[in-house]
C-alpha cells in the first residue's frame, strides 16, 4: 500500500530556492516564477510509478527524484501553473486518494538565534551547504519538520516574506531541515511566514495515520 507523506504545490518559486535547487538536483532545473509539485510517499520504490504518471499526464518536468529506503520523493516543475496541478490530480487520483491525506506537517524544531558569532558562522559555513553564507552578526532562524519535503514550501513562504539569505535546505530523510539568515527583523517575519504557512496546511495527524495502521 502506497502512503502519501508530503503534497506540496507551490505557485512560483522564489529566486534563492530556485537557484538552490539547481546545486542539487540532476534533473531539468527549474528558474523563478516556475510552478513545482514535491510529492513524498512510502515505500520509496513507489515513486517512479507516481513519477511515470506524473511526466505523462502534463507538460511537467523533472527537476529530482530521491528514492531512499524508507521514502520516495519527487519534485516537478512548469511555468504553467495549470500543467502542475494536473499532474499533481493525476498521481492522487491513481492513489485513489486528496491532498488531505497527506500527513499533517509536524514542525519539530524551529528557533531565531540572535547575533551569530564568527565561530559559528564558520562553522555553519563549512558543513554540508549548498545556498549562500551565512555573516558574523546576523540573525538566523532554523526550522525542522517532519516529513522533510515540507521545508521546501517553508523556504519558499519565508523568501516571499522578507528579505533573508538562503543557507541552507535539506529536504530529503525522516526531517526536513531548513537554515536561513539576515537581518533580525527580516528574520523574525521570515519565520513567521514560514511557520503560519506551514500551521495552514491540512493532513492527517500522525498519531491517526498510527492508529489507522493498526486497526486498518
Known sequence: MIKLRTYIFIDSLQPQLAEYLGTVS????????????WLEVSPGMAVHRLTDIALKAA???LVQQVVERAFGSML???????DVLEAGHSVLNRLKTSEDARLKCRIAWAEVIRAITPDHAVVINRQDRRGSMILPGQSMFILETEPAGYVVYAANEAEKAARITLVDVKAVGAFGRLTLA????????AARAAINALNALTGVDHESRVLQAHTG
Open 26 to 37: 540532476q534533473g531539468f532545473l527549474p528558474v523563478p516564477g516556475d510552478a513545482c509539485l
Open 59 to 61: 507538460r511537467v518536468r
Open 76 to 82: 516537478v516543475h512548469h511555468r504553467d501553473q495549470s
Open 182 to 189: 539576515g537581518k533580525e527583523a527580516d528574520i523574525d517575519e
